[in-house]
């Protein structure tokens, strides 16, 4: 899978494949948007901590949340954002988000 894109500096498309929401397809997907985010290769577990784990910063950490509402075409309210702290919040959110709960 190839992602592309540019929302500000951010936006993300997939090119070539169709997406399947399962948890460990979401896991890479996300993997991948951390790794554009980051520009660095990163390895993820559902018990990743997003900013101890991956080093990521306040502004870090914003980009990449703009890059999963552009992916998932979602919006992420700001008080869900303070409750994910783990990957697996984070996969937990996004499926929350998509189905509308």
Known sequence: MQIRGMRGHHQLTVVGSEMDVSHRSMRDDIASIFEQVLNRP???????DIVEDLGMDSLGVMNFV???EDFYDISIPL???TQVQTVG????AVEELRKGA
Do not use: F, P, S
């Not at 919040?89 to 937990?92: S, V």
């Open 79 to 81: 008080d869900r954002i």
């Open 66 to 68: 703009m890059a999963i």
């Open 42 to 48: 990163v390895d993820i577990t559902d018990d990743t």
């Open 89 to 92: 919040d984070l996969i937990r």
